[in-house]
């Protein structure tokens, strides 16, 4: 799951806190953040599948239902959507072979 800024991440806790959940410090969603995108780059690729979901704020106060942006399998790259997020370009672009479903 990623969002596309520590802004986001900094929203969406605070709505899970708003709404009954834990809070997490502000230092923990900044290390978080930074160094949860540095370890899907380094390792991605390790892993015999990924999936990659958008979990982007569209409403602080609505909750949203993340969407698949992407799948790994067996070396090839199922894109789900010609839209993504700017963090899932360097993954995307280390890919020869990639798969866009088509449009029904």
């Known amino acids: 799951m990623g969002l596309n800024s520590l802004e986001e991440s900094l929203q969406r806790v605070a709505y899970r806190v708003r709404t009954g ?3 997490v ?3 923990s969603i ?3 953040y930074e160094h949860g995108f540095k370890n899907l780059y380094k390792y991605f ?3 015999d599948s990924v999936t990659l979901f958008d979990n982007s704020v569209a409403k602080v106060d609505e909750p949203v239902v ?3 942006i992407l799948h790994i399998t067996n070396r090839i790259l ?4 010609t839209v993504y997020p700017e963090w899932v370009k360097p993954i995307v672009d280390s890919f020869d072979r990639i798969k ?3 449009k029904k």
């Open 21 to 23: 959940g834990h809070k």
């Open 25 to 27: 410090s502000e230092q």
């Open 30 to 32: 900044r290390y978080n």
């Open 45 to 47: 690729k390790d892993f």
């Open 66 to 68: 993340p969407k698949e």
């Open 78 to 81: 199922y894109l789900q959507t």
């Open 100 to 102: 866009i479903p088509d």
